[in-house]
């Protein structure tokens, strides 16, 4: 038999057929905080997009209200949660999201009750936009680090497939959920059932039955400074992750652009109706799911090292026959097909990617980590958006998707390439070779998204 490495340079020994062994089972824990997640995520794809529509139904917002409802909150959360990552880092990382969980409920439940009371202001949905995609970001932060204790090595990836495939199926579902809502109880129903899956994803990580373990030790007279942006140095000492997250930047925002784009595209230049629209917004879903259900398999049998190049190389060939798609079905039949392959590429990608960045984080630092990918992106994405739509408005929609297309494409010089040792060996193979301690507790990651004050849509979970 001969020996097979993980990224983590965790030995895996291989069976007679060349394939390693599967991962053992996932725990009961991790199951019931799947079915957490997977709760709390329908929540959220049934109320993407609520509080822009909220602005506009029932306050009459002007367009630029509009958009600044999402960059208010993306720039003041970033800036919220910069000195929360060293917070999250050194505390019990369980408490953390129920609290998360809980203030993102309150703050959402907030908006029907001051409507019904005729007391709802544009402040106030401001407000509870940067309250949202800040909690988001904590909890992510608190989630990632709490499942590294969980799962060992060789379980990761299939762990992080659950929760890609429980998102990528409440993505297709909920918005046709949260449409039929909004029109028989009103503007503010989504948000309703949004704000009551976060107390519900609360109540089940309440349930976890497991102790959690203890969080790292901090420092001394720690330099409050150095901490905070210790998840940026972690990332750009590290070759791996330094390359994945030029990789994310330059993919995620080139992905975020094109959507609206794309819809003015498909509406306007190709002349098809809004029904034709949905369902290439929705059909491709299905290449998330089954891109998702295909990574656990695919790593056992190639590695995750593997799967990660390919999968994230095969993920930016797609965008570039969007702009050629002609009027009409045959247009329609080019973009769900090419949008298809997109989404059951990164389908793939995301477990395995997000795999890797935690075999190469120490848990002293994976919160903020975390933290910083998720800082970053909110930052640098609607920079991306802008250029982009400014470029639609000068050279038309066709050029302005061509350039995305080519941004992707970039994107795959970015991954890691080279071999990475500078990850912390010693700790991922003590998780390798012990079975699962089910003394400790887990999260969900919800890494693909965050529920944001803007309207997010399936293909944006590519990203």
Known sequence: MGLNRTTAGAPVQRGLAGDAPAPAPLSGDFHRLWGA????????????????????????????????????????????????????????????????????????????????LGALTYAHLCVVAVVQTAGTIVFSAA?????????????????????????????????????????????????????????????????????????PTRQPAPNWGREAIEGWRHILHHAGLRALFVNAVIFGGAITASTPIIAVFMLRDLHLA???????????????????????????????????????????????????????????????????????????????????????????????????????????????????GILAAVTGPRTALTATAALTLTSAAFLPWKTTPNSPPRLARRQRTSPPNTSFGSASTRLPTAVTATATTPRENAK
């Open 37 to 116: 997640y997977s709760v709390s995520h329908l929540g959220s794809a049934v109320g993407a997009g609520a509080l822009p529509l909220v602005a506009i139904l029932l306050l009459d917002s002007s367009t630029l209200q509009i958009s600044l409802l999402a960059v208010i909150s993306g720039l003041a959360s970033a800036v919220i949660v910069l000195p929360l990552g060293p917070w999250v880092e050194f505390r019990r990382k369980r408490p953390v999201m129920i609290g998360a969980d809980l203030l993102r409920c309150a703050a959402l439940t907030s908006v029907p009750i001051a409507a019904a």
């Open 274 to 388: 809004p029904w034709q629209y949905g369902l290439a917004l929705g059909l491709p879903c299905l290449g998330g799911i089954l891109g998702s259900l295909t990574a656990g398999p695919l790593t056992t049998r190639y590695g995750l090292r593997r799967v990660l190049l390919t999968t994230g190389v095969a993920r930016t060939l797609w965008m570039g026959f969007i702009p050629l798609a002609p009027p009409g079905t045959p247009g329609l039949i080019i973009i769900t097909l090419a949008d298809t392959l997109l989404l059951f590429m990164a389908g793939s990608f995301n477990p395995t990617f997000a795999a890797y960045r935690m075999n190469h984080t120490s848990e002293h630092c994976l919160s903020r980590v975390l933290t910083a990918w998720s800082i970053t992106s909110k930052l640098t994405q609607p920079i991306v958006i802008a250029a982009a």
């Open 143 to 215: 989630s990632g680090a709490h499942l590294r204790h969980l799962v060992t090595v060789d379980q990761r990836v299939t762990a992080n497939s659950r929760f890609e495939t429980s998102q990528w199926t409440a993505n297709s579902l909920g918005s046709p959920i949260g449409g039929v809502l909004v029109s028989w109880l009103g503007a503010t129903a989504s948000i309703t059932v949004d704000g009551a899956s976060f107390l519900m994803s609360a109540l089940g990580i309440r349930r976890l039955r497991s102790a959690e373990p203890p969080p």
